[in-house]
């Protein structure tokens, strides 16, 4: 089964994180009831994923001022029914911020997130279910701001509330104090 590496991930993960059981058991039955889950032709959603990108110094993380949604966030996108969610991530970050030298911190989710996509066009509202990777800038840190984006900026994660309230991007930052 394609998904059976990437829900070894996901129990993984929902072992390590216990108080986001919910979210986990959520994320977990999606995937095994949608073989079709890394498509981003279901219409009721799909898996997604991220990069949380931090400079050297462990201090700062990359965000983008997402272009469709108008919202800063952490870097990544549809990893269009590939089922290696991990090289989704790091293609999307390099893809995104022009960084090509991104050290992989850990192979193992870092973060779980499920969040409603709004409807845009002829495309329905759905889900993006997120599963996010740490990645350190591991060479130059200047970035390239792609067309998806308004902008990007390395934002000091003690800053990030300036830029973000939601509860997955402060909770992030959270976890990313162990990495300095």
């Known amino acids: 089964m394609h998904r059976a590496p990437f829900l070894s991930l996901l129990e993984e993960y929902a072992a390590r994180h216990l108080r986001e059981a919910s979210c986990c ?3 977990i039955d999606f995937v095994k009831a949608h073989p079709d889950c890394f498509e981003r032709s279901l219409k009721v959603g799909h898996v997604t994923a991220a990069a949380w990108v931090l400079d050297k110094s462990g201090r ?3 965000l983008t001022h997402h272009r469709k949604l108008d ?3 952490q870097l990544g996108g549809h990893v269009d029914g590939d089922p290696d969610v991990l090289a989704g991530a790091a293609r ?3 893809e995104e911020s022009g960084i ?9 989710i870092f973060d779980l997130d499920i969040h409603r996509i709004p409807a845009r066009g002829d495309e329905p509202e759905h889900l993006h279910y997120d599963a996010r990777f740490l990645f350190r800038a ?7 701001v792609s067309d998806e984006s308004h902008d990007l ?3 000091p994660l003690e800053q990030l509330g300036d830029y973000s309230s939601e509860a997955s991007m402060l909770r992030m930052a959270a976890k990313s104090a162990p990495a300095r």
Do not use: M, P
């Open 25 to 27: 058991q959520r994320y």
């Open 60 to 62: 700062r993380v990359l």
């Open 153 to 155: 900026a390395w934002v």
């Open 138 to 144: 591991n060479g130059s840190e200047d970035f390239t």
């Open 100 to 108: 090509d030298l991104l050290e992989i911190v850990s192979e193992k």
């Open 92 to 94: 999307e970050a390099r």
């Open 71 to 73: 919202r800063w966030l």
